[in-house]
């Protein structure tokens, strides 16, 4: 007999209040959003309290200017986060729905995106406040881990972005027609990885603790070294983690089972995940190599 865990009872929101001929519910997932953006905040304002563990015992900015940079990032997680997912994901039916571009509320974020985001908003703060870009950057992704942890976590409440069938004794029983189409092959109960905790404990858990400890053990005197491990370790744990995650329905044809959007040979090829992912590998190192070059 197939050993599968059932999908825990739980829905996508939180809560329901009704108000009158409208109501208002809190889902898991903008509370992931929150929940990451104050704690991310908090973090910082720890951060630019301590002196000691930048170069030349001189932070990148004021506690105050952290809430200003929050602001920005806020509206730049937000507004990169939809538009990428327009943009690489499903163009041709935001192209055909315009009017669906706005409606966040039904899912659908790129991080790749709301990294495109980010970036803007930085260099706002790096016009604005004249911040060191990589001493930004630095502290940007040391926070970063917990907003991808909550929001992986929120993927799996909202039984969304799940993996390929599995037969492994963690697989999970994901609910919903589109989760339960295993192929004509699959003869017991569907049973799919949760590739969501996996991104939850690698890119949250795993490159969160990795990133803490580099920022409070003298990694953050190397402008630069903190951000590199970042987009290093986010672009490979992705990558990896994209070996079991189902891709989107747009890209599964019959020829292209695996939803590959850059294909070599038979079966090999590259997903949208994996294809945004790689570049920011090579962007890590190049950050890396710089900030150990020079002297803290």
Not at 39 to 51: D, E, S
Not at 129 to 157: E, M, S
Not at 264 to 272: K, R
Request: net charge neutral; glycine share 12%; charged share 10%.
């Amino acid at each position: 007999m197939q050993a599968v865990i059932p999908f825990p009872d739980i829905g996508p929101e939180l809560f329901t209040i009704p108000l009158g001929w409208f109501e208002f519910s809190l889902r898991w997932y903008a509370l992931a959003y929150i929940a990451g953006i104050v704690l991310g905040w908090r973090l910082g304002v720890v951060l630019m309290r301590r002196p000691a563990l930048w170069q030349n015992d001189a932070p990148p900015m004021t506690p105050k200017q952290v809430e200003d940079l929050i602001t920005a990032l806020v509206i730049g997680i937000i507004l990169g986060g939809r538009l990428g997912y327009v943009l690489f994901y499903q163009p041709g039916y935001f192209l055909e729905n315009p009017g669906q571009i706005l409606a966040v509320w039904e899912g659908g974020m790129s991080f790749h995106g709301g990294a495109l985001g980010v970036l803007v908003a930085g260099l706002f703060m790096v016009w604005r406040y004249k911040v060191p870009p990589l001493q930004l950057a630095d502290a940007i992704t040391v926070c970063t881990p917990i907003g991808l942890f909550l929001g992986r976590i929120a993927n799996f409440i909202n039984a969304e972005l799940w993996g390929h069938p599995s037969t492994a004794p963690w697989a999970v029983i994901f609910p919903g027609a589109a989760a339960q189409d295993c192929g004509p092959e699959w003869l017991t109960v569907c049973a799919r990885h949760p590739s969501q905790l996996y991104e939850a404990g690698l890119e949250g858990l795993l490159l969160g603790s990795v990133l803490l400890l580099i920022a409070f053990r003298g990694g953050l005197r190397r402008p630069g070294l903190a951000a590199g491990v970042f987009f290093i370790g986010y672009g490979l744990a992705r990558a990896f983690v994209e070996l079991f995650r189902q891709a989107d329905a747009q890209y599964i044809t019959p020829d292209n089972p695996l939803g590959h959007v850059i294909r070599f040979t038979g079966t090999a090829g590259l997903s949208m995940g994996q294809a945004l992912s790689l570049p920011m590998v090579a962007v890590g190192a190049v950050l890396i190599w710089n900030a150990l070059r020079r002297r803290a």
